[in-house]
T-cell receptor
Framework: DQQVKQNSPSLSVQEGRISILNCDYTNSMFDYFLWYKKYPAEGPTFLISISSIKDKNEDGRFTVFLNKSAKHLSLHIVPSQPGDSAVYFCAASYTGTASKLTFGTGTRLQVTL | EADIYQTPRYLVIGTGKKITLECSQTMGHDKMYWYQQDPGMELHLIHYSYGVNSTEKGDLSSESTVSRIRTEHFPLTLESARPSHTSQYLC??????????????FGPGTRLTVL
């Protein structure tokens, strides 16, 4: 049972435009969400996180939005740069799970010139 | 940002061999994790540790074993490698302060191929 879903396996965006990556979850107990970025043959790199007590968190070009009622979160990258081309993973956890993360299958972002 | 290292980065080995994948972190993190990832798939937790002498199996069943004798070191061992073990293995760690315990920092991974 896939508790964290990233339904778009790939996304192509022009340099300078906004990239929006989406993630849905089914477990209402999740209360902490993270986004990771992964280049081929490397480990995931932590990007940004959000607690369920917030609906938005911003860090530079990256903003994560959380809609708890819809069980949906999104990552916005503005402006998109060629170096942002990578696979982006959404992950979630909840209090009491000893920091165990549940990951989505990832979305491959391609930023074109 | 955590400094976490994995060796080897790539390993090609024959069936039946015993292998150990190394993972070390220099940040003093209490919690460490091993994930397995196949191409195009999500990361699956196979082992985790809360601290020295503490190890637990993860959500995905694995024939591998782990040990945690030192805080900084969390090796994974396969006693007899099989082609089904071919995958990328990712090690991660997290600290124990507040909610940031859920932010895990990953090593570069080991790409294992069993022939």
């Amino acid at each position: 049972d896939q508790q964290v879903k990233q339904n778009s396996p790939s996304l192509s965006v022009q340099e300078g435009r906004i990239s929006i990556l989406n993630c849905d979850y089914t477990n209402s107990m999740f209360d902490y969400f993270l986004w990771y970025k992964k280049y081929p043959a490397e480990g995931p790199t932590f990007l940004i996180s959000i607690s369920s007590i917030k609906d938005k968190n911003e860090d530079g070009r990256f903003t994560v939005f959380l809609n708890k009622s819809a069980k949906h979160l999104s990552l916005h990258i503005v402006p998109s740069q060629p170096g942002d081309s990578a696979v982006y993973f959404c992950a979630a956890s909840y209090t009491g799970t000893a920091s165990k993360l549940t990951f989505g299958t990832g979305t491959r972002l391609q930023v074109t010139l | 940002e955590a400094d976490i290292y994995q060796t080897p980065r790539y390993l090609v080995i024959g069936t039946g061999k015993k292998i150990t994948l190394e993972c070390s972190q220099t940040m003093g993190h209490d919690k460490m994790y091993w994930y397995q990832q196949d191409p195009g798939m999500e990361l699956h937790l196979i082992h985790y540790s809360y601290g020295v002498n503490s190890t637990e199996k993860g959500d995905l069943s694995s024939e591998s074993t782990v040990s945690r004798i030192r805080t900084e070191h969390f090796p994974l061992t396969l006693e007899s490698a099989r082609p089904s073990h071919t995958s990328q293995y990712l090690c991660a760690s997290s600290d124990s302060t507040g909610r940031s315990t859920d932010t895990q920092y990953f090593g570069p991974g080991t790409r294992l191929t069993v022939l």
